[in-house]
């Protein structure tokens, strides 16, 4: 039987699959602890709940305006208005089942085969399949060397006549990394003065720590409010990733474009999860602000932790629940007669030997790192810290 070139070179989300490997385990019975997923422990706000029974017992069970509520796009607007500053109409909003088709979506509506999107690296798995699921190319610029933070000439040298749009996310996954203003500032430029567009994904913009501060780049510079979309949802702020709910927010030509995409695809998503995200948005903040404070301190517990660790380093994250520590150190030493020859053989073996998962760095383009989600209890972060201590101390230089 035939597959498409398409799906022949698709490759399964590696974060997702270490997840799958964790439960599978834990199903044997094994007691593993997963810093894989990137989703919050927590359970979704009281409003959530109420305003989704609320749409069940009015019987709020049809289609609704395929792009999303119209309720619900006027809430995102007033949220834009509250949080930045910045004016949206909700026909600028297009409401998805989740934050990761309204990017798939927003490439289609601007990449043609062949068309370059900038990426920084490391950088988010998904954005790499999309683009290239859409056959555009992904053009990386790296950041490894500079504590994941991007540099501005870099980017400037990635941009030719192919260069389509930056892809920035901010606060980053897997870095944890925060853009900061002047950097904004100048990557606004580049994309003014070379006619792109700048897809900006602030899923985790609620996620701030310490000094660090977020900023939304329309706010900043107004006239990138012509060529910029932005991406967020409710997954990560609220606690609310299995309810599927995103949205993208784009100049009116374009939001019409991408909904006449969304409308041919999935049309709206589910009506009870949409009245949901309204109830949070419109009355959960404490809920947001305690879940931030408490990523705050699970942020600060494991980053003390790995402090202490050897073979292991880190720039300490601003934002986001992730910590991206290179493990460079430990390639080419053994462990218990094996040789670790990459990151993917160190999460085999840290899996297999102390049933703590953690994601390979290859997966976000930065092979030679792990990912850790701290989104999961104090006590499993401790447990889990001391296993992978445990881990590293048996890593032997290898003849
Ligand atoms: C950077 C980034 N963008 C978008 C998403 C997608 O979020 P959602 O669960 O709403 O589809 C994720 C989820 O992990 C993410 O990390």
């Known amino acids: 039987m035939k597959f498409s070139q398409r799906i022949l070179g698709i490759k399964p989300s590696a974060t997702l699959a270490v997840d799958a490997k964790a439960k599978e385990l834990s199903a044997q019975g094994k007691n593993v602890i997963s810093f894989g997923a990137g989703e919050p422990d927590f359970n979704s706000p009281a409003a959530a709940f109420e305003y989704a029974k609320i749409a069940m017992d009015k019987g709020y069970t049809h289609y609704t305006a395929s792009s999303g509520m119209q309720e619900l796009r006027q809430q995102i607007c007033q949220y834009y208005k509250q949080r930045f500053g910045v004016e949206y109409k909700p026909n600028q909003v297009v409401v998805s089942n989740g934050a990761k088709p309204c990017i798939y979506e927003a490439l289609a509506a601007i ?5 370059e999107v900038i990426l920084m690296a490391p950088t ?10 859409l056959d555009g190319q992904v ?6 060397d500079t504590d994941y933070v991007p540099v501005l000439d870099r980017i400037a040298q990635a941009i030719n006549s192919k260069t389509t749009a930056i892809l920035l996310n901010s606060p980053s996954n897997p870095t944890g990394v925060v853009l900061e203003e002047d950097l904004i500032k100048g990557i606004a430029e580049l994309v003014i003065k070379n006619d792109l567009w700048l897809i900006w994904d602030e899923i985790y913009e609620r996620l701030i720590y310490g000094q660090a501060r977020h900023i939304n780049p329309v706010q900043l510079i107004p006239e990138l409010a012509s060529r910029t979309i932005i991406i967020n949802g409710v997954s990560k702020a609220y606690a609310m990733t299995g309810w599927r709910i995103g949205y993208s927010i784009a100049p009116p030509e374009l939001a019409a474009k991408i909904g006449a995409f969304q409308s041919h695809l999935t049309s709206n998503p589910c009506s009870i999860a949409q009245w949901a995200a309204l109830g949070v948005m419109r009355e959960s903040e404490q809920d947001v602000i305690r879940m931030r404070d408490i990523f705050k301190d699970r942020r600060d517990l494991i980053c003390g932790l790995l402090s202490e660790m050897p073979f292991i380093s880190f720039p300490e994250p601003d934002g986001a629940f992730y910590v991206f520590p290179s493990i460079k150190e430990c390639i080419g030493k053994s462990f218990q007669g094996q040789i670790i020859t990459d990151d993917q053989v160190f999460c085999r073996l840290l899996l297999e030997s102390e049933a703590v998962a953690v994601v390979p760095g290859s997966a976000f383009l930065a092979p030679g790192h792990v990912r850790l989600s701290y989104a999961c209890s104090p006590d499993l972060i401790e447990e889990g810290m001391r296993r992978l201590k445990r881990f590293l101390e048996k890593l032997e230089t290898s003849n």
């Not at 988010?124 to 699921?133: D, F, K, N, R």
């Open 124 to 133: 988010w798995v998904s954005y790499i399949e999309q683009i290239q699921l």
């Open 111 to 115: 990449v043609d085969p062949g068309d």
């Open 139 to 144: 053009k990386v610029v790296d950041t490894q």
